[in-house]
């Protein structure tokens, strides 16, 4: 359950969306605030007993930061270096409150950078354009929109481009995980089979030991039986047959 301090700093963070959502005039001072006072109470969430999990404080780290690079942007003067400074900011991935369907820090940048896209139009343009534009200019603006959409056009294919590219990367690894996996169950395999074979080999040799011993044993035995037996021959036949005279 979340502790009271986060709560407060949900409620604050999602006050915050809804206002950099809406156009600000130059004298709004609130959302600078507002965002201050989240900060601080981000660094006491982070000290507290009770902090969230690392996932969610690392995807509330990331709401403060963008809301902080958004503010900063807004200071530029130049439509150009907003936009520029716009491409850099990364929005949050969860939505902060459970009414939302999607992030409102990805609203907010998708707000931001059509501002800033129009603000760019505008400024080479002319900020002021009467309903009735001469010829030329209606082109111009004509080219423009269709460079931009060509420009949001390369962005998108690149980014199917880059999902296509993790997805066989993913297939690629899980692939090559199951090679390892299937190597490492044969590898097992015949390590198995290679320590009964070694115990085989052990039993093999020793009954083989056993053998060759029984076998010696019989064959000294008889040795010993044939001398004694041709000693005692020897020891009958000069007995029986004495020596000449």
């Not at 609130?30 to 000290?47: D, F, P, Q, S």
């Not at 400074?85 to 990364?90: K, S």
């Not at 420009?151 to 296509?164: G, P």
């Amino acid at each position: 359950m979340a502790s009271r301090l986060e709560i407060n700093f949900i409620r604050l963070l999602s006050r915050c969306e809804s206002i950099a959502s809406e156009k600000r005039g130059e004298t709004e001072w609130r959302l600078e605030k507002y965002v201050g006072a989240l900060e601080e109470m981000l660094i006491a969430l982070k000290k507290s007993p009770s902090k969230p999990t690392p996932e969610i404080l690392t995807e509330y780290i990331k709401k403060v930061d963008f809301l902080k690079g958004l503010l900063e942007a807004e200071k530029l003067s130049s439509p150009t270096e907003k936009a520029l400074a716009n491409q850099f900011l990364a929005p949050g991935r969860t939505p902060t409150v459970a009414n939302e369907r999607i992030s409102a820090t990805k609203m907010v940048h998708m707000q931001t950078k059509a501002r800033c896209t129009g603000e760019m139009r505008d400024e080479l343009l002319g900020t002021v354009r009467p309903r009735g534009l001469p010829l030329d200019e209606r082109q111009s603006a004509a080219e423009l929109d269709a460079v931009l959409q060509h420009h949001h056009n390369l962005q998108e294919k690149l980014a199917e481009d880059m999902l296509s590219l993790a997805r066989n990367l993913k297939n690629n690894t899980l692939a090559a995980q199951n090679i390892i996996k299937q190597d490492n169950q044969t590898l097992s395999q015949s390590m198995r089979q290679a320590d009964l074979n070694f115990e085989k080999l052990k039993t093999e040799s020793e009954r083989l030991e056993q053998h060759t011993k029984k076998s010696v044993n019989w064959l000294l035995w008889i040795m010993l039986i044939l001398v004694s037996f041709t000693f005692i021959s020897m020891i009958l036949f000069i007995r029986i047959f004495p020596r000449l005279r």
